[in-house]
Each structure stands twice: as C-alpha cells, then as structure tokens.
C-alpha cells in the first residue's frame, strides 16, 4: 500500500501537471471505485484544481467549487500519467481524469478490488475521511507518545493504524522499528521514555529519508513504480537476507496478506518469531488480523 513517502511524491508530480488545471471530465470504467453518490462526480468536471493535499493515505484534489476527489489507493491502486484521452487498459483500469494538460488514469492489479474514490464537499465532508491518526511532523514526542499509547497495542500494529499514526503501513513500519531497534511486538505500554524518543524520531527521520529517495528514483517525472519493496530497505521484504547493520538473516511473520519483517539480533533480543512454516501447521488456527497475532504472542504464560 503506497504510504507517506509515496503519497507526498505522487502529490508532488500532480502539483506540477495539474494544480491551476480545469478537469475535463472523470470516465469511470469501474462502478465499484465511487463509494458516495452525494455530491455527484459530474460536480467537478468543468472544475480548475485548486489544491492537493494528503489526508491519512488519500490524495485529495480540491476544486474551485469547493469539491474534493479523494483517492485511496489501498494495496494495488495506482497512478499514471498519460495524454489526455487516452485509453485505460481493460483488466485493471479504473477510471481516467481528463485535464486540460493531459490524463491521470487511475488502475488497480489482483483480483480484490479495495481502491476508492469519495467526491466529497467542502472541508466538512473532506475531514470525515481523515481517521484521526496524528500527523508525526506536526507534533512533538510527547503528543506523539500520547497517540501510541492512547491503545494497547503492539508497536507493529499502532504504528500501522491510521487512527494513531498517519500515513505509515506495512513497509516502512518494519523499516521504523529496525532503525528505533525495536521489536514489533513490543506493547505500547511497555515503552519507557528512551524508547519512545528512539521511536519517534525514527519515525521521522526514516519517512523524511524515503521520501528524498522517492523523489531521486522518480527523477522528475511521474512516479510510475510505486512498490512496497525496495533494494535499499533495511529489513522489508529482506527475509534470510543479512541485516545491513549486524548481519544477521532477517526473519518475517507472514500474516493474512501482510507480514513482518525484523531483524532477531537488532530487535528482539535474539528471539525469532514462529516463521511461516508454523502458520502453515497451524493452519486456521494461525492470526488472520493483527489483533490475533497480538492475542498470540501476547496471551499469560
């Protein structure tokens, strides 16, 4: 799923293509990615874009009516740039906005079809999709240990909930908790005050890193390969693959369609999770949500 650096990028390349730009028209090719029918889709079109802005892992396109197009992305969403009119590819395009300087097809790969599109009005209806989730370069370490700690949870899944944090998910959490040299299942509460700093400001820094080597890989044009993997990643997608600080095999807990990726000498002590092969033996016994791979490795011994 495309998080902070890659939603702050793919703004950054629309800002130049279609901020001051009049919205031609908006082709659906899926009736499934409009989630609201209040105000209508045709509002916008005729519309000049005013503003962009992320909220949470949504672009949000603002337009001089006072509309927002607010697009989520989820796992498989992503964005093109192409001329305008052109054609969407058949098994995977989504819609198409035409704009005066060209077109942004919007597509989603696999079979599950989760992207959205809301057309909301105004900053009313555009704040009922931020899911409250504190922005980490906006507040300090404390409200930012108020956020984590607001729920018990493990360090993995409060970094990843957008109600606490915004705009962090799978990937570049296992990069946070590697560089704060934090183990992911780690509760919230047990977090004392040096480890709250360590995590707080490598959450910074890791998204502030990524977001400079995002806008590098793009090289000023279109960010056409937004991937949850990367060749300089610490620990993310890196399974049995040496830790680039210690050297040792990164290992991973694979869970429904995520997983979490760790280093056992940098993070956890040493201590090495059950590995994919005891989920297969366990079978349905094994955590499908992150709240029952909490309960697992969690539960009174």
């Not at 800002?15 to 499934?32: C, D, N, T, Y």
């Not at 693959?241 to 993070?267: D, H, K, L, M």
């Not at 999770?273 to 992150?290: E, F, H, I, N, V």
Request: proline share 5%; glycine share 8%; with cysteine.
């Amino acid at each position: 799923m495309p998080e902070y650096p890659d939603i702050i990028v793919y703004i950054e390349a629309l800002e130049e293509r279609i901020l001051g730009e009049r919205l031609e028209r908006a082709r659906l090719a899926s009736p499934f990615l409009l989630r609201t029918v209040r105000p209508p889709l045709e509002a916008a079109h005729g519309q000049k874009v005013t503003e962009l802005r992320r909220i949470g892992k949504r672009i949000a396109i603002g337009l001089e009516n006072g509309i927002w197009l607010a697009l989520h992305l989820m796992i498989m969403g992503r964005l093109h740039w192409r001329e305008k009119g052109a054609k969407l590819p058949g098994k995977i395009g989504l819609a198409a906005f035409d704009f005066s300087s060209g077109a942004l097809a919007f597509t989603e790969s696999g079979s599950k079809k989760r992207a959205a599109l809301h057309v909301v009005e105004g900053e009313q209806g555009l704040e009922m999709m931020n899911p409250g989730g504190v922005e980490v370069f906006e507040v300090g370490v404390d409200a930012f240990r108020i956020a984590i700690t607001s729920e018990n949870h493990t360090l993995k899944r409060a970094l990843t909930d957008a109600r606490l944090l915004s705009g962090v998910g799978n990937a570049y959490s296992d990069e946070i908790l590697h560089r704060a040299k934090l183990s992911p299942f780690t509760l919230t509460s047990s977090l004392n005050d040096e480890e709250t700093k360590r995590l707080y400001h490598a959450t910074r820094t890791v998204l502030t890193e990524w977001t400079g080597l995002l806008r590098e890989k793009a090289g000023g044009g279109f960010p056409e390969k937004v991937t949850a993997f990367h060749d300089e990643m610490a620990v993310h997608g890196k399974y049995n693959q040496p830790c680039p600080v210690c050297g040792t095999s990164v290992q991973r807990i694979r869970y429904a369609e995520r997983e979490t990726n760790y280093c056992p000498a940098c993070q956890t002590g040493g201590k090495v999770y059950a590995d994919r092969g005891l989920s297969r033996l366990l079978k349905k016994d094994w955590p499908r949500t992150m709240e029952e791979l909490e309960s697992l490795y969690n539960r009174p011994r």
